[in-house]
């Protein structure tokens, strides 16, 4: 059974861990870079951990037993908080099509509710069809706005956007 837990000190080995699988699997899909986060000291892990764990954002897990098999944030909009972002939305291969993305935006939407958000809002890479579908297919729509892929000149992101509630 898939449960969906938010990130705290208690479970920041398993958030790591899910996050550098993420960006190792799928780095066309994050604009950071396996690379770069392998390096992070126990400290930048937990100012990361911070940041999603204030006012602001948060992040959530999907962990299947002692397993994470998924990951998704949000973080408040800072000129207007009745709008957030998806960042961070990975799930694994392994437990694609089984309802743990489903999952973890849920819980996101959730939690903009508590928050009187009223737009989830994402960046997803322009030669990821499958991410673009599934997000669609949870009511996501592109907003015409674009933006250059950050590690990839030759790609750029599609902004998609939802109401929440």
């Known amino acids: ?16 861990e899910v996050r550098l699988c993420a960006l190792r699997e799928a780095p066309y899909a994050f604009g950071s870079t396996y690379a770069r986060e392998v390096q992070f000291d126990d400290a930048e892990w937990a100012k990361r951990l911070e940041r999603w764990n204030g006012k602001r954002g ?81 009511g996501f729509a592109r907003t015409g706005r674009t933006e250059p892929y950050p590690n990839d000149p030759a790609q750029f992101e599609h902004e998609m956007s939802r109401q929440v509630g």
């Open 1 to 16: 059974m898939i449960l969906i837990e938010q990130i705290t000190p208690h479970n920041v080995s398993a958030f790591k």
């Open 58 to 138: 948060v992040g959530f897990l999907a962990m299947d037993d002692s397993m994470g098999c998924g990951i998704a944030g949000s973080l408040l909009d800072e000129s207007d908080a009745t709008r957030a972002q998806l960042v961070s939305m990975w799930t694994a291969p392994t437990h694609r099509g089984r309802g743990v993305g489903r999952l973890l935006v849920n819980a996101v939407l959730d939690w903009g509710k508590d928050r009187n958000v009223r737009t989830l809002l994402l960046m997803v890479t322009s030669n990821n069809e499958s991410a673009i579908r599934f997000y669609e297919r949870l």
